[in-house]
T-cell receptor
Framework: AQTVTQSQPEMSVQEAETVTLSCTYDTSESDYYLFWYKQPPSRQMILVIRQEAYKQQNATENRFSVNFQKAAKSFSLKISDSQLGDAAMYFC?????????????FGQGTRLTINP | GAVVSQHPSWVICKSGTSVKIECRSLDFQATTMFWYRQFPKQSLMLMAT?????????EQGVEKDKFLINHASLTLSTLTVTSAHPEDSSFYIC???????????????FGNGTRLTVT
């Protein structure tokens, strides 16, 4: 069974600084998708960024980028120029590419605090 | 963007009663919806996969008779917590994928969640 592990329950960063959230996963599949979701206090799940395992290039979305290391099964999220609105729970998630497997497997989450 | 509406956003019910939570895709059709449960400060745990026009697929350890799921149309799935007990108190979140999405890496769209408190 696939598992996703986020080893940092909490992280904090100064506003405008850069922070990296860690995520590792375990799977025997060779092709899959990885996601980072943000859950602010409103509890709404918001997609931050996604990565396809067959793509070597790391995904980037504005201030958010990932460091995808397939061999190490690592998928960290880097947030640059942190803003107060980035404060939230961040969840790493995995999904097999198999069209019949649609469900997401989530990590435990990392609570990110932005210090002004 | 795709919107998933979940109702109610919060509900308080007495022990032994049943409560229904609705999940609607407002501007897209969803053949599959997912129901998650989230305890305080914890991750989302998948409870079941709701399939339009067929029976839901439950995750191991989830009681089918307690958490009834109905997906009667392409835009609506309901989760009914039957004979609720205080331990059922939790945050329930639904999600859906647009059936028109061209790729299976297309994101799931999440509802705002329902906070259930059983007294």
């Amino acid at each position: 069974a696939q598992t996703v592990t986020q080893s940092q329950p909490e992280m904090s960063v100064q506003e405008a600084e850069t922070v990296t959230l860690s995520c590792t996963y375990d799977t025997s599949e060779s092709d899959y998708y990885l996601f980072w979701y943000k859950q602010p206090p409103s509890r709404q799940m918001i997609l931050v960024i996604r990565q396809e395992a067959y793509k070597q290039q790391n995904a980037t979305e504005n201030r958010f980028s990932v460091n995808f290391q397939k061999a190490a099964k690592s998928f960290s999220l880097k947030i640059s120029d942190s803003q107060l609105g980035d404060a939230a729970m961040y969840f790493c998630a995995y999904k097999p590419r198999d069209q019949g497997a649609q469900k997401l497997v989530f990590g435990q989450g990392t609570r990110l605090t932005i210090n002004p | 963007g795709a919107v998933v509406s979940q109702h109610p956003s919060w509900v308080i019910c007495k022990s032994g009663t049943s409560v229904k939570i609705e999940c609607r895709s407002l501007d897209f059709q969803a053949t599959t919806m997912f129901w998650y449960r989230q305890f305080p400060k914890q991750s989302l745990m998948l409870m079941a996969t709701s399939n339009e026009g067929s029976k839901a697929t439950y995750e191991q350890g989830v009681e089918k008779d307690k958490f009834l799921i109905n997906h009667a149309s392409l835009t609506l799935s309901t989760l009914t917590v039957t004979s609720a007990h205080p331990e059922d108190s939790s945050f329930y979140i639904c999600s859906a994928r647009d059936r028109a999405a061209s790729s299976y890496n297309s994101p799931l769209h999440f509802g705002n969640g329902t906070r259930l408190t059983v007294t």
